[in-house]
């Protein structure tokens, strides 16, 4: 039977695989890279990795260019 992990942590490990395979990947966050594991992330590429601050509303109007 398969190891069971939180859903989270699921999250940041499959961010960092998905990272190596697609250089274009980033992550944006919203101060809670500890609570969404996406530090994962920011430790292995904090050159791809943007702390927008508290201020979720700041994320959704920076990563909208980024996704078109």
Do not use: H, N, S
Not at 27 to 45: C, P
Request: net charge negative; with cysteine.
């Amino acid at each position: 039977m398969a190891e069971k992990i939180a859903t989270r942590k699921a999250y940041g490990e499959a961010l960092v695989e998905y990272a190596e395979e697609y250089p274009e990947l980033v992550v944006l966050e919203a101060d809670l890279a500890e609570a969404t594991m996406t530090k994962f992330f920011r430790d292995k590429f904090p050159q791809r990795f943007f702390e927008m601050g508290i201020a979720i509303c700041r994320v959704w109007l920076r990563e909208w260019p980024l996704a078109v």
